[in-house]
């Protein structure tokens, strides 16, 4: 039979990829039923080419379930996630609540699709967009030359930080376009006002070395999940992570500069026949041609790019890559849509 799915965050950011994914990938599901706050109940929706309604969230609407994917801010998964399994629901989960609970798998399907099999609180975790964007790519080589260290910078979109990241940006173009600002310290700041959004500086014409929330130490919330996440996903606990996360004028698609070390020397020959033949990656890397992924040509495409392939000077066993993923995408809805497939084969091999 064919395993029902609900869509609870369906209206958001994330949401309304998720559902254009699912009007796009092979139709394993029957019923699909569209769940969301109660201000949004009601609103009618399209997948798979119909108009769904919007159910307001309760206990109710996770009957007859079987496979729920979330995306709604962390403390109202913590709350409806263990729900909607008590009722024997599969909750594929989009925020940051269990990401690292030791019962809750952390699933990159073509990095560690095992994990999603063995899930005791009945929740399945889809890791932080910013890991997402580079660990498939990161994965393939480890397997082949075994991860050491792992050192990157990341370039962060402002729909990172949902609509509302999206809006600030947008205005703050509008209010500094055709202009000469860019030229003396401040003149961005009081040109876009008080108002910025989500980020703590502006973001038209900047970059701002900071995303998620203050931890120990000076580190951000968002360096700390792309420690903790890679460690988990790719089984490495003791993986030396380094991040540093930035949020620079881009709508949509993450990248990251990665500094990998490995267990021993690396070629780049090696490396680019990994790259090139990984499930799920791209190798888009010929400078001589001007080859390489920017966020302008990565967006709305499903891929981790990867260009700009070189070993480090100074170290043979390290290589230096430039990567983007859409961060909406895979590193969001097409992540999670993937692990809510996974588990679909379950039902639908009986
Ligand atoms: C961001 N990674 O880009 C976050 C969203 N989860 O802000």
């Not at 090696?270 to 990656?281: D, H, K, M, S, W």
């Amino acid at each position: 039979r064919k395993p029902t799915l609900a869509v609870v965050g369906a209206t958001g950011a994330v949401g309304t990829v998720m559902l254009q994914i699912l009007s796009q990938h092979a139709d394993i599901w029957g019923e699909i039923r569209l769940v969301a706050s109660p201000r949004s109940a009601g609103r009618k929706l399209a997948v798979r080419g119909e108009q769904v309604e919007v159910l307001a969230l309760s206990e109710e609407v996770f009957d007859g379930v079987d496979v729920a994917m979330f995306d709604v801010p962390d403390e109202v998964a913590a709350r409806w996630a263990p729900l909607a399994a008590a009722k024997g629901v599969v909750v594929v989960d989009n925020s940051a609540a269990f990401r690292m609970d030791p019962d809750v798998p952390l699933v990159v399907p073509e990095v560690n699709p095992h994990a999603a099999r063995v899930r005791p609180r009945g929740i399945v975790a889809n890791p932080n967009c910013t890991t997402l964007s580079m660990i498939v790519a990161v994965g393939a080589l480890h397997a082949e030359f075994g991860l050491r260290e792992l050192i990157v910078s990341s370039y962060q979109a402002v729909s990172g930080a949902g609509r509302d990241g999206v809006e600030t940006l947008r205005r703050q173009l509008k209010l500094v376009a055709g202009s000469e600002l860019g030229t003396s310290p401040g003149d961005v700041r009081r040109a876009v006002g008080d108002d910025t959004g989500p980020f703590p500086e502006p973001v038209a014409l900047n970059v701002v070395p900071w995303a998620g929330t203050l931890r120990d130490d000076g580190w951000s919330s968002e360096e700390m999940k792309v420690r903790d996440e890679s460690r988990k996903i790719l089984g490495l606990p003791g993986l030396r992570v380094a991040a540093t996360c930035v949020r620079v004028p881009v709508i949509t698609t993450h990248s990251l500069t990665v500094h990998a070390r490995f267990e021993d020397e690396v070629t780049v020959d090696r490396a680019r026949e990994i790259l090139a033949t990984a499930p799920g990656v791209v190798l888009f890397d010929d400078p001589a041609a001007g080859e390489f992924p920017t966020p302008a040509d990565v967006v709305g495409t499903d891929p981790t790019w990867v260009g700009r392939v070189r070993r480090a000077l100074d170290d043979p066993t390290a290589l230096e890559l430039f990567v983007c993923g859409d961060n909406l995408r895979k590193g969001a809805a097409l992540n999670t849509a993937q692990i809510a497939e996974l588990v679909a084969k379950e039902f639908t091999a009986g």
